[in-house]
């Protein structure tokens, strides 16, 4: 089917089956056919034959992050603008928060200074890996001007990296990777950065560190130190599995076996596509209700069935950075590509924070 371009002036509307939006930084919206990579036939039950791409909203410049909150708005960061922005039905796309991430006076001086990922506790506070702030901290309400907790800033006295994405055990413990993207030059040789791993961590107890205390190190545990740039980060359904993906130089995706205090062991290689030739690398990730794991990647959305096949790949036309489950069923998948929010309506239902 040959997309169908809709053209109105800034503010426009544009109807769609899981709600109304407007547009939020540019004057055009495309509405196209989903194009599959259809690898295979379990993919079927997951993503219609004649499911469509929506742009909802574009001309950013690295979008990030996405959370969609119940209360009916998605969330999702503007890393270089240094903002959090909120996508509501019938309205343009707002700044939520400035800054998110760098919460200096000068210049930056680098490419990415606001936060990255985002997700929900149980309480439905927000929680952000704040990048260039070097922090993990939490919204005590869903205010942008309310009372922050730093749940991690430092391991062993060192500064974090950059807390690029993360996710919450139902114990309350939150895991999170380290790479060094919110740095100046994002290079291990940054003459800011004071860790020589970019690891993953679990923070213990996170949920229940109460508002505005300090964060305790002492409870924060290095748990993978051999991935040079790890980036997503998932758990499956009944949380006996740990999804963590690296960007580069390997293309990987990785499972991990999560032990009854929650250590990892049994690192084990899902799929490489460090030789695909297509725009994009592993980054965000998310998983369904029944296991299946979603994954930014080469060319779009990499589906995987539990069992880690590779069942197809949902192609976006932008450089895809983090994706998300939402809307009223959970059946919608936000995805933050570039310059550019989409959306895709799934058979599927994913797993919310």
């Known amino acids: 089917?040959?997309?169908?371009k809709l053209t109105f002036s800034t503010g426009t509307l544009l109807l769609a089956a899981a709600g109304v939006f407007c547009m939020g930084a540019a004057s055009d919206q495309e509405v196209s056919a989903v194009k599959l990579e259809r690898l295979d036939p379990a993919i079927d039950s997951l993503i219609s034959a004649n499911a469509k791409l929506e742009r909802l909203v574009t001309g950013f410049k690295w979008t990030e992050g996405p959370v969609w909150i119940r209360s009916g708005y998605l969330l999702f960061a503007e890393i270089p603008s240094n903002t959090i922005r909120k996508l509501s039905p019938g309205k343009p796309a707002s700044i939520f928060l400035q800054p998110s991430g760098y919460t200096g006076t000068a210049d930056?001086?680098?490419p990415e200074p606001g936060s990255n990922g985002m997700t929900l506790d149980k309480k439905g506070r927000l929680t952000i890996a704040g990048h260039a702030r070097r922090t993990v901290w939490r919204l005590e309400t869903l205010d942008p001007k309310g009372q922050i907790t730093v749940l991690a800033d430092n391991y062993k006295g060192k500064k974090l990296n950059s807390p690029n994405d993360l996710v919450?055990?139902?114990d309350g413990s939150l895991y999170f990777t380290d790479p060094?993207?919110?740095?100046?030059?994002?290079k291990d040789q940054d003459k800011e950065k004071e860790s020589q791993v970019n690891g993953v961590y679990r923070l213990d107890g996170a949920f229940q560190q109460a508002a505005g205390a300090a964060p305790d190190a002492s409870k924060l545990r290095l748990l993978v130190t051999d991935l040079p740039r790890p980036n997503g980060i998932a758990f499956s359904p009944d949380e006996k599995t740990l999804y963590v993906n690296n960007s580069e130089p390997k293309k990987i995706w990785m499972r991990y076996a999560v032990a009854e205090d929650g250590s990892l062991k049994d690192?084990?290689?899902?799929d490489d596509a460090t030789s695909d030739p297509r725009v994009g690398a592993p980054d965000g990730m998310k998983?369904?209700?029944?296991?299946?794991l979603y994954s930014t990647g080469p060319g779009g959305i990499w589906?995987?069935?539990?069992?880690?096949?590779?069942?197809?790949?949902?192609?976006?036309?932008?450089?895809t950075g983090n994706l998300a489950w939402g809307g009223s069923d959970g059946k919608t998948l936000y995805i933050t590509a570039s310059s550019s929010v989409y959306r895709v309506k799934m058979k599927a239902k994913g797993l919310r924070p």
Do not use: C, W
Not at 1 to 4: G, S
Not at 267 to 270: K, N
Not at 287 to 292: F, S
């Open 303 to 319: 589906i995987f069935s539990p069992a880690g096949k590779h069942l197809g790949t949902i192609e976006i036309p932008e450089k």
């Open 180 to 186: 060094p993207y919110g740095l100046r030059t994002q």
């Open 108 to 110: 930056y001086g680098g």
């Open 1 to 4: 089917m040959q997309a169908v």
């Open 168 to 170: 919450y055990k139902s």
């Open 287 to 292: 998983v369904d209700v029944q296991g299946n």
């Open 267 to 270: 690192g084990t290689l899902i």
